[in-house]
């Protein structure tokens, strides 16, 4: 399994970011896909999930309303839009899977597998 996460940058507060997840070596469309961050000193968060279908994303209630999340099986990627960033959204970006769960986990200790990260700095 290989999950590769790019788009991470430097955004000035009230911009936007997409950033992808390339997935590999394993069969992309029977799992959920997660995101989740870590911002400096600071713990796992998980952000959003997708199923295993693409149907009803779910988010943190820190990024309701400003994150998208969305798969696409035919480059066996996951995207996590994220608009009106704020300085608090500044950290790490994971993403994640299991192939235990086709629906996703709201707890980043149920993934046993990760990206490598994507920094994310939200700052004027």
């Known amino acids: 399994v290989q999950l590769v996460e790019s788009g991470g940058g430097w955004v000035q507060p009230g911009g936007s970011l997409r950033l992808s997840c390339a997935a590999s070596g394993f069969t992309f469309d029977d799992y959920a896909m997660s995101w989740v961050r870590q911002s400096p000193g600071q713990g796992l968060e998980w952000v959003s999930a997708?199923?295993?279908?693409?149907?009803?994303?779910y988010y943190a209630d820190s990024v309701k309303g400003r994150f998208t999340t969305s798969r696409d099986k035919t480059r066996n990627t996951v995207y996590l839009q994220m608009n009106n960033l704020k300085p608090e959204d500044t950290a790490v970006y994971y993403c994640?899977?299991?192939?235990?769960?086709?629906?996703?986990?709201?707890?980043?200790?149920?993934?046993?597998?990760w990206g490598r990260g994507t920094q994310v700095t939200v700052s004027s």
């Open positions: 994640a899977t299991d192939p235990r769960l086709r629906y996703g986990s709201f707890d980043p200790r149920d993934y046993n597998y």
């Open positions: 997708i199923n295993w279908n693409g149907r009803d994303p």
